[in-house]
């Protein structure tokens, strides 16, 4: 197992690019802006390396772009709605920035586009590990509390990346971070129609075109119905004239085994395969419905419909619905989650 690390220059200041990698050839490289992921290489029968992920071509577009690639997103990820939430009594005020009534993603000023320092980094003969950590003051981006996050990423021999999402706070605040990595596992990086995914979620979040929840929703007999595996295409397809032209989506994970994967996504013409394990209770499936202002590593450049995003975390927008998970953090509390991408590819 190896591990690289170098400063670069980008647009975003000054940025440490980390790169891991394993005995097999899978490489992993990782921005300390963002904590993000940027790209994730496996290599195919002749050795060539593709990318598991989309994003844009170069990486001053990838670490400042508004799609939010590969980036750690918090402090809340998805939906926050005006004109506050309440956590203890006390109003918290929410400051759009996605449409009239919706902060995103925590934010303009969010995790996504944040320096994290590098504190700290391991490796030996079974993985490679680096952690990202920052500190958010209290009342950035109004969330109360002063709060401590770690996010670690670590590589092991049997191409699995984990993802540790840690974070305590000196008050009770909000915490709901997620990664935001678009997946396409085919070489020719078209679009996603042909990949097949299996989704272990029986009921999905049913919300209008502002993203307000309407209700709890079984899958059956929908187009959120993945407990099977099921080709892309015609589900996106089915979406195309909705509000969203496609997935933008919370799926609730069904009560599972410990250990059991939540999620896989196959491409049957490469033999790729992906295998998500998460700790959370939910999943937002988002299949780029939007085009993309610069240049992406993929057949268009502009990516629509090019890829779909698999974001574990807590319900978005909890903490508006009492039937929902809140993300709420206690004071002193020690908040753990993990994420782990589970790689490797069929052959004939």
Not at 22 to 47: C, Y
Not at 182 to 197: A, G, T, W
Not at 220 to 238: C, G, H, M, S, V
Not at 254 to 280: K, M
Request: aromatic share 10%; proline share 6%; glycine share 6%.
């Amino acid at each position: 197992m190896r591990i690289k690390t170098k400063n670069i220059d980008t647009k975003a200041g000054t940025t440490e690019y980390v790169t891991l990698e394993n005995d097999q050839g899978m490489i992993v490289d990782l921005t300390s802006f963002g904590a993000a992921l940027h790209r994730i290489r496996i290599p195919d029968e002749k050795g060539d390396h593709v990318d598991m992920l989309v994003a844009p071509e170069r990486l001053d577009d990838f670490l400042i772009a508004p799609f939010y690639y590969g980036k750690s997103v918090g402090r809340a990820s998805g939906r926050l709605f005006v004109p506050d939430y309440v956590i203890g009594g006390k109003a918290y005020p929410v400051s759009p920035n996605d449409g009239p009534d919706a902060k995103l993603h925590g934010g303009p000023g969010g995790f996504s586009f944040r320096r994290f320092k590098i504190s700290d980094q391991a490796e030996d003969q079974d993985f490679a590990s680096v952690t990202f950590s920052y500190f958010s003051p209290h009342l950035e981006e109004d969330f109360p509390g002063n709060l401590t996050v770690r996010i670690t990423y670590r590589l092991d021999q049997k191409n699995r990346l984990s993802i540790t999402i840690e974070g305590e706070s000196d008050q009770d605040t909000i915490l709901n971070v997620t990664n935001h990595a678009y997946f396409n596992l085919s070489p020719k990086k078209r679009e996603i129609y042909d990949h097949v995914l299996t989704l272990k979620s029986s009921t999905y979040l049913d919300v209008d075109a502002l993203y307000h929840l309407k209700g709890i929703t079984d899958v059956t007999d929908t187009p959120f119905d993945f407990r099977t595996p099921k080709p892309l295409k015609e589900p996106i397809e089915a979406l195309r004239e909705s509000p969203f032209e496609g997935f933008d989506n919370t799926f609730l994970v069904d009560q599972l085994e410990q250990d059991d994967w939540v999620a896989r996504l196959e491409h049957p013409e490469s033999g790729h395969e992906l295998r998500l394990y998460t700790t959370y209770p939910a999943i937002v499936m988002f299949s780029h419905n939007k085009y993309s202002t610069v240049p992406l590593n993929t057949a268009t450049k502009k990516g629509y419909h090019s890829s779909i995003t698999l974001e574990c975390q807590y319900e978005p927008g909890g903490i508006h619905e009492p039937a929902l998970n809140s993300g709420i953090l206690r004071k002193n509390e020690r908040f753990r989650h993990e994420i782990v991408y589970a790689f490797s590819r069929k052959t004939s």
